[in-house]
């Protein structure tokens, strides 16, 4: 067992609302020195929040959580395991690799977080209507927990996430059922990262692929010289006989003479 697994603990809260569960993550992670590490639905609305980092902030951050929980009367259960062994990592959503798996950096980081949960969809779609037509909000998006609860996520300022939730809980209960509501005011980075958030609103990552370790070098065709076949001609030889002496010359100027005459 490496020393990373061996100081390590996790601690886990679950809840019976959405909003409930990122507001009792918010607490732990701002209760101490702990990470978000991300959620677990297992359906009926039970929403399990998993935080990692040393016993004694774990442990502190799961008391104060709780305490937020009991307080909304969602508490289902709560959990601190010291030094869990490598296997859990394996096959359970609590490691800290999912750390790394980044999808895109929100256009709505920064803003306060408003979270409105119904049971039953139309009342949470009417619910996001009355909302973006009351106030300056935008909404992220929205999460489904199974047996009917689902609960619409908005971003904005502090103020305009409160307006517009006083208005979407209104719309929620003439059309349907009410759940529950939850306000972030300056939600933290591990926050950010896993709170939901619609494709619309992250910024595409360019991702540059690895070049290969050895590039395989240009094949170039050998282009040999052509051998080019060029035709025979025959040639005619003509001798000349060339006159060796004076007077010879002399014979012969005059043998052309009488032939002209």
Not at 78 to 102: E, Y
Not at 112 to 128: D, N, S
Request: contains cysteine; glycine residues 6%.
């Amino acid at each position: 067992m490496s020393n990373i697994h061996a100081e390590s603990a996790i601690g886990l809260i679950s809840t019976r609302s959405f909003p409930a569960m990122v507001g009792t993550a918010d607490m732990m992670i701002k209760s101490a020195a702990v990470t978000l590490v991300g959620y677990e639905k297992i359906g009926g609305g039970y929403c399990t929040a998993v935080i990692r980092g040393r016993f004694p902030d774990v442990k502190l951050a799961v008391a104060a959580g709780a305490e937020v929980a009991e307080q909304m009367d969602e508490l289902i259960c709560q959990s601190v395991i010291s030094r869990p062994f490598p296997n859990l990592d394996a096959v359970l959503p609590i490691s800290d690799r999912i750390l790394a798996q980044i999808v895109g950096k929100s256009k709505l980081n920064n803003l306060a977080i408003g979270l409105l949960e119904t049971r039953g969809f139309p009342a949470m779609v009417g619910a996001m209507d009355a909302m973006l037509k009351t106030a300056d909000i935008y909404v992220a998006g929205y999460e489904k927990t199974g047996a009917g609860f689902c609960t619409a996520i908005i971003r904005g300022t502090v103020s305009n996430v409160t307006i517009a939730l006083d208005v979407g809980m209104s719309a929620a209960e003439s059309i349907g059922e009410l759940r529950s509501i939850m306000v972030i005011p300056r939600p933290l980075e591990d926050l950010e990262r896993t709170i939901p958030t619609a494709s619309y609103w992250l910024e595409q990552v360019l991702v540059i692929p690895e070049q290969e370790e050895k590039q395989q070098p240009l094949a170039i065709p050998l282009r040999l010289p052509q051998s080019v076949s060029v035709p025979l001609v025959e040639v005619e030889v003509v001798e000349v006989e060339i006159a060796n002496t004076t007077e010879e010359l002399k014979l012969a100027e005059n043998r052309s003479a009488r032939d002209l005459e």
